[in-house]
């Protein structure tokens, strides 16, 4: 992502704040109603349905496009079908991609017994309205079309294609980045706190400013352009071989101390999405120098498409066109700042063998997205001598 081009549509966004504010400030409204209203246990549900949704008319409704009626529909038919389905959408336990598609059948089952041959309209964005009306806090409103306008204007790599449920994982990880650089803009910010009256939601983790700035960035009639590309060429990383390398010794001192652990998730969450799409373009740029260009719409940002758990982020090739499975650890310190491995990422690297690769990015600069490189081939035990922490399950007595 282009951060300059993000930062002169930030500067457009205050100039325009106003009478975006005007057109926008619905959502805030609407998310507030929901809150206030929602409570999946009540005995009349198709009220509380009501109730809940009655302010969401431009997040579920536009031209021909009809899921606020068909909801309405099944709550007056199949409430407690309809319920369950909600009960399930919002369990934070499971999967986010099996939640949405079990929204979709389930809802495609009630309209097939009430409507055959009609369209649900449950779709991608009607699903995540209702994912972020109830957690507000995690989620953000999404259009297919907006993120597509969006990343082609700031010169995203992944490009979103029509339908693919991968899109919304790649989309709420382009949100957070963005929500970091309006959260540093303390004017805007400022204008942000300013305009939330009584009836708005209390936007303190400005998810829902954030998605606002996209949309209007997408409706952005001229797209901006800079004279000059925001990372510089990228040199060839430096590659070994993991049997090449040991891991420092540490002597545990069981000296306590105190960590604010929470606000270095968030911030190394962020890095490690940051390095990740430095990697992607990396990957990109290597595969054209030695010209598999056919390969590069192959390159697979798995972390997002899939999630985690597969042991690597980045599915890409090696300048002989073959598979090669990547995964990014990314320190805006130097080469020996310490990094963590997973039981997933080693077992992987024991699978693939030599066609894993562990790509340490360091001295990474977020202002210019410049980064050394390290690439690490083949089998990690060696690495992986000192475990820091076990996984338990209680057996029921």
Not at 94 to 107: A, L, M, S, V
Not at 221 to 238: A, D, Q, W
């Amino acid at each position: 992502m282009n951060r300059q081009i993000l930062r002169q549509y930030i500067d457009e966004y205050k100039f325009d704040f106003e009478r975006i504010n005007q057109q926008e400030i619905y959502k805030w409204k609407a998310v507030k109603c929901f809150q206030d209203n929602w409570n999946i246990e009540t005995n009349n549900f198709l009220e509380m349905l009501s109730n809940s949704i009655r302010l969401t008319q431009n997040l579920l409704k536009s031209g021909q496009y009809f899921p606020l009626r068909m909801l309405e529909h099944y709550s007056t038919h199949r409430p407690e079908e309809l319920r369950e389905l909600f009960k399930n959408l919002y369990d934070e336990e499971n999967d986010i991609y099996q939640r949405i598609e079990d929204f979709k059948n389930g809802t495609k089952a009630i309209n097939d017994g009430l409507f055959p041959g009609k369209n649900t309209y449950q779709d991608h964005r009607a699903i995540i309205v209702y994912l972020t009306l109830r957690y507000p806090e995690r989620y953000f409103f999404y259009k297919f079309e907006m993120f597509k306008q969006f990343s082609e204007r700031l010169e995203v790599t992944y490009r979103p294609i029509q339908g693919h449920i991968e899109n919304i994982g790649h989309f709420n990880s382009l949100c957070e980045i963005v929500k970091y650089e309006l959260s540093n803009d303390q004017e805007l910010v400022q204008l942000h706190k300013d305009r939330l009256t009584s009836d708005c939601y209390n936007d303190i983790n400005l998810n829902i400013l954030t998605q606002d700035f996209i949309f209007s960035v997408s409706q952005h009639s001229n797209p901006i352009k800079t004279s000059f590309p925001l990372s510089s060429k990228f040199k060839t990383g430096n590659e070994v071989s993991a049997t090449s390398l040991s891991n420092a010794t540490e002597r545990l001192t069981f000296k306590g101390k105190t960590v604010n652990f929470i606000q270095n998730n968030i911030d190394n969450k962020r890095i490690g999405d940051l390095g990740e799409l430095w990697v992607m373009k990396y990957e990109i740029d290597k595969l054209k120098q030695v010209g598999l260009h056919n390969l590069i719409d192959k390159i697979k940002h798995t972390a997002k498409d899939e999630g985690d758990g597969t042991g690597y982020d980045i599915q890409s090739f090696d300048k002989n066109g073959q598979k090669i499975y990547i995964e990014v650890k990314t320190t805006k310190g130097d080469k020996n700042s310490t990094f963590y491995i997973t039981r997933t990422e080693l077992e992987r690297s024991k699978i693939e063998k030599e066609k894993f690769f562990l790509y340490r990015l360091y001295n990474y600069k977020e202002d210019n997205d410049t980064a050394d490189i390290l690439i690490i081939k083949g089998d990690l035990t060696n690495l992986c001598e000192f475990p820091t922490t076990y996984k338990i399950n209680l057996t029921k007595e």
